[in-house]
């Protein structure tokens, strides 16, 4: 069993920038493939990025690709998303979860941990 806990969320002005961090409770997430998705008031949870356990590979929607990065300490059983240039559309509860596959996925049931999100606001 793994427990996920999101923090970092928070009222922020667009254009600005966030770390968004993961902290996972089990023994080591080092070969845990871990991913951040995202959910606005509304509309279905997204794919936001994703970094696999053998490589470190790394992928990234569209919409925040360029101006994210998604990495892991395993050391410190913490996965990050710094998110920079926020736009009001990035406003939205942020998902960490986890997966056994060995590469990175989008999608959702290929993950089997979750945490209980952090909540991102993004003002115009």
């Known amino acids: 069993q793994v427990q996920l806990v999101e923090s970092g969320g928070g009222l922020i002005q667009a254009g600005g920038s966030l770390r968004l961090s993961c902290a996972a409770s089990a023994r080591t997430i080092i070969s845990y493939t871990m991913a951040w998705f995202r959910q606005a008031p509304g509309k279905e949870r997204e794919f936001v990025a994703a970094?696999?356990?053998?490589?470190?590979?790394?992928d990234y929607a569209d919409s925040v690709k360029g101006r994210s990065t998604i990495s892991r300490d395993n050391a410190k059983n913490t996965v990050y998303l710094q998110l920079n240039s926020l736009k009001p559309e990035d406003t939205a509860v942020y998902y960490c979860?986890?997966?056994?596959?060995?590469?990175?996925?989008?999608?959702?049931?290929?993950?089997?941990?979750w945490g209980q999100g952090t909540q991102v606001t993004v003002s115009s």
């Open positions: 979860a986890a997966s056994v596959r060995s590469d990175t996925s989008r999608r959702t049931p290929d993950y089997i941990y």
């Open positions: 970094i696999s356990w053998i490589g470190g590979g790394t």
